[in-house]
């Protein structure tokens, strides 16, 4: 059974770049959804995606887009980039419907600069 | 809407002491509640969940937690700690919203043991 893995580890990026960001689910998983945790804070949910389609979005400005593709895996988009994006952004695979077993990939480390 | 608070941003403790981390919640409709671990530029790992029945729940890595309805806490508690527990936790709650649970995750308590 894989796990769920994140590219790239680490990324710099410049102040109103644009940056995409991938994962791969869990076998077996059918729902991705998306974390941004800021230095010193908790994971904050900025949205799910299931069966290709946006399955539930957190507080976050629509420059924050995202993809879900046939094989279940994700890409998260981040256009117009600020300082206040620099991040570990996670990605969290489950089963639609299943209150538990959310498994989360090692993250990836995004600094704006 | 549902919200978690963990009342302690940092807890030093030493080694083979007992540990309590504290984690209330609000919520309108009955949640799931977790404790996840997090080490150095990791990912988030489960350490235990409620879902239902008894409200004493038995994870990994020796920890337990303790649902209370009445006080909507779900404090995790280790006898003894290790040096190797010295990692991030982080309290979540889920309910169901659209079919779907999201959980909503704490701010973070720092486990610092020293030896």
Redesign the interface.
């Known amino acids: 059974e894989t796990g ?1 893995t994140q590219s790239p580890t680490h990324l710099i990026k410049t102040r109103g770049q644009q940056v995409t960001l991938r994962c791969s689910s869990q076998s077996g998983h059918n ?1 991705v ?1 998306w ?1 941004q945790q800021a230095l ?6 900025i949205f ?1 995606y ?1 069966r290709e389609e946006e ?2 979005r957190g507080n976050f400005p629509p420059r924050f887009s995202g993809l879900q593709f046939p094989n279940y895996s994700s890409e998260l988009n981040v256009n117009a980039l600020e300082l206040d994006d620099s991040a570990l952004y ?1 990605c ?1 695979s ?1 089963l ?5 077993g ?1 498994t ?4 990836t ?1 995004l600094t704006v600069v | 809407a549902q919200s ?1 608070t ?1 009342l302690d941003s940092q807890v030093p403790v030493f080694e083979e002491a007992p540990v309590e981390l504290r984690c209330n919640y609000s919520s309108s409709v009955s949640v ?1 509640l ?1 404790w ?1 671990v997090q080490y150095p ?6 350490l235990l ?1 409620y ?1 239902s029945g008894s409200t004493l729940v038995k994870g990994i890595n020796g920890f337990e937690a303790e649902f209370n309805k009445s006080q909507t806490s779900f404090h995790l508690r280790k006898p003894s700690v290790h040096i190797s527990d010295t990692a991030e936790y ?1 309290c979540a709650v ?1 309910a ?13 308590t720092s486990l610092i043991v020293h030896p």
Do not use: D, E
């Open positions: 769920v729902t959804s974390y010193g804070q908790g994971p904050q949910f799910q299931y399955n539930g996670l969290a489950s639609k419907g299943q209150a538990y959310y989360f990939g090692s993250g480390r | 978690v963990q799931y977790f996840y530029n990791q990912g988030l790992q489960l969940k879902l982080f889920s169901l919203s659209g079919g779907s649970y999201i959980p909503t995750f704490g701010r973070g």
